[in-house]
């Protein structure tokens, strides 16, 4: 995955089979550069909401539409499993309220029908999404952290290529169960989501993306204090 370019690809033998546009996380909530394993295929998943959506997010929706958790389909639980009554929840602003929410599983579901996980320091993974639209667009900044992946079935059959009974059909047909279902792949595949605003592909073409998280612009400012910094230091009585 190329953050800036907003792309994720799949290689195989040094050459990229596939390509599609992903949606990867706002300046304010970037996705983060990682390099993992992917391990698994989780269809028609579950969606756990980090504490920061609730906090920030739903809470302002509950304080405003008291009904907004049951038309998302949007569950609460405690510490230990057991459910919560929304109307018992301190919804105030400013406040974490003390409570795990889950989103069932179907069409409504942020993490839309597929989940690719990755396990990882920064808890992110790939996903289908709910708003297909969103991968349309020209910018594509607009995920808390994760990637949302256009044609991610595609994507998930090509990782499967070496599980038996899991091609593209096997996929659609799980899904089409509505059951909750996890696939192992038969053999890891390393991912990298990487930061390159520049590069040239074989045919000598040099592609530039926009700096969208400021972070070549954050590299050239400290190399240009570490520059600084030895100057001074050369210059100094007695150095040389």
Known sequence: VNIPAAYVEAVEGDKVVHRYRVVVGKTEKPSPTVSAEITDISLNPRWTVPASITKNEIAA???????????????????????????????????????????????????????IN????????????????????????????????????DLAAWLLQDTPGWDRAGIDAAIATNERQNVQLAKKVPVAWIYLTAWM?????????????????????????ERSFFEQAQGAPGKS
């Open 61 to 115: 929706h509950m304080r405003s539409d008291p009904g907004y958790l049951a038309r998302m389909h949007m569950q609460l639980y405690d510490e230990h499993d057991g459910i919560v009554d929304p109307a018992t929840v301190d919804w105030s602003e400013g406040r974490t309220p003390n409570v795990i929410v889950r989103q069932d599983p179907g069409s409504w579901n942020a993490l839309g029908q597929l989940k």
């Open 118 to 153: 990755m396990p990882n320091a920064y808890a992110v993974y790939m996903h289908d999404t709910n708003q297909k639209s969103l991968l349309s667009r020209d910018y594509r900044f607009d995920s808390h952290g994760c990637v949302r992946v256009d044609q991610v079935r």
């Open 201 to 225: 592909t074989r045919d000598g073409t040099v592609h530039f993306r926009d700096d969208i998280y400021e972070q070549d612009t954050q590299l050239l400012d400290a190399a240009a204090e």
